[in-house]
């Protein structure tokens, strides 16, 4: 299979981390988001461990919640010592409640509004990383009234197109998210952030899209970035302490897409880095990465459970499930490809072709199409691979449909990390 955590046991049924997806299907009800704990531990390891074999001390992972974001993959994450990335009020919330250690925390986004950096310092953020210079003169003076200095990294655009989906391609120069390096601007951001008494320019932050399945693109951006470095070091003498090459290393979804070696990729670019450092004459800064996807999203599945089988002659056949666009819209949204497995048969033949359509009202709701399955009876189990980033964080309630819980599997027990919406959660804002 895909993965080494998905196996099939003695009755046939589809195992996930161990555990019979079957009967955590009845044990919990359905849709269901599944995590393999024991592997976002393993991932966030691996990508732990090449970061300090290859770069400088203090060089670490920051887990990009945006992701994943619950109490408890705050806890996990604190407790294999990694940072975070937050990007609302929402994400810094959960992970202050859940205990997270905020001076591990760098807080992103490109519209921070007054309340939300007043919040941010009171709950002792460690960084902004700040995306403009109205926000960069809007955090020195929320810093100056607490009397407070604040550190901040810069977001600079490096101009670059990773080759990804539009959508999530982030580095070119007109994206939203920061400031340009090719158009001067990012420079005479870093000297007004110099001369602010209540901010702490701390280093740079570029972040060139997602779902990236090489180091090259990283190369690229490095290249820029440090070149960037040392032209302002050289005309000013400012050298940062830290680089943040954000996330973007990609998971893989479906059997024709490339198994990443993290470990192996992160070296590249840690050896590409020290190359560059070294024909630029730099001391080589504490470097950051900021993976979301790829700590999370190879360690999710979700369980539905097959409803309607519709076969339209000569046309094409429909396998409806009972979730959709709302607990998962990749498909709706980028045409994102997923493995799917009747969990129930996985082994029977795939004789029967269909597109596994959701319940919402909307005919866009499509989890994938052309899928080769064994035709589903209703009441089947159904398994979506691949569903740990980005899914639950990116759920909805449209036509009011309820979210499903997320439930963490580990070596030693299964446990409700989010319990499901309940129809009361669903009215519980309305007056
Ligand atoms: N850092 C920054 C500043 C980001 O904007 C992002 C993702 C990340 C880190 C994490 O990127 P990752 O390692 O997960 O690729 N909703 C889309 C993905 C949007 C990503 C936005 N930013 C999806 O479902 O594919």
Not at 219 to 234: G, P, Q, R, V
Not at 243 to 267: A, H, K, M, T
Request: charged share 25%.
């Amino acid at each position: 299979m895909i993965y080494d955590n998905l196996a099939v046991n003695e009755k046939g049924h589809l195992t996930f981390a161990g555990y019979d997806t079957v009967e955590l299907a009845e044990k919990y009800g359905t849709p269901l988001y599944l995590m393999d704990e024991d592997k976002i531990r393993q991932r966030v390891r691996e990508y732990k461990k090449a970061m300090s074999d290859f770069m400088p001390q203090g060089s670490v992972p920051e887990f990009a919640s945006k992701a994943f974001s619950c109490r408890q993959i705050y806890r996990i994450m604190a407790e294999e010592g990694i940072d975070i990335d937050i990007v609302s009020v929402g994400e810094l919330y959960t992970a202050v409640t859940a205990g997270f250690p905020m001076e591990r925390a760098f807080f992103h986004g490109n519209n921070k509004t007054d309340s939300d950096i007043e919040f941010a310092i009171e709950n002792g953020v460690g960084y902004f990383v700040v995306d403009n210079e109205d926000e960069l003169y809007a955090v020195d003076r929320c810093a100056s009234k607490r009397g407070v200095v604040q550190k901040i990294l810069l977001r600079v655009t490096p101009g670059i197109d990773p080759h990804t989906h539009k959508k999530i391609s982030t580095g070119s120069v007109e994206s939203k998210f920061g400031i340009a390096i090719g158009t001067g601007q990012a420079e005479e951001t870093v000297l007004k952030a110099l001369d602010l008494e209540n901010i702490e320019l701390c280093g740079y932050h570029c972040h060139i899209g997602s779902q990236i399945f090489d180091a090259e693109p990283f190369h690229t951006a490095s290249e820029i970035m440090l070149k960037f470095i040392a032209d302002i070091k050289d005309k000013y003498g400012y050298s940062p302490d830290m680089l943040n090459l954000g996330g973007g290393l990609g998971v893989r979804y479906v059997e024709s897409e490339p198994e990443i070696d993290y470990y192996g990729e992160l070296r590249k670019i840690a050896e590409t880095i020290k190359k560059q450092c070294a024909q630029l004459q730099l001391d080589m800064p504490k470097i950051l990465t900021e993976p979301g996807r790829s700590l999370v999203g190879d360690s999710g599945i979700t369980l539905y459970t097959v409803g309607s089988v519709k076969e339209i002659k000569g046309y094409k056949n429909y396998v409806s499930v009972d979730g959709g666009m709302t607990d998962n819209p990749r498909y709706t949204l980028y045409e994102s490809p997923y493995t799917v497995i009747l969990a129930s048969r996985p082994e029977d033949k795939k004789d029967f072709t269909a597109t596994v359509a959701g319940r919402c009202c909307e005919s866009g709701d499509l989890i994938q199409e052309d899928v080769a399955m064994p035709r589903p009876e209703r009441g089947e189990i159904l398994a979506v691979l691949t569903t740990g980033a980005y899914n639950y964080s990116m759920a909805s309630n449209y036509n009011r449909i309820p979210r499903p819980p997320v439930v963490m599997l580990n070596s030693e027990r299964d446990y409700i990390a989010v319990k499901r919406e309940t129809l009361e959660d669903i009215c519980r804002l309305d007056v």
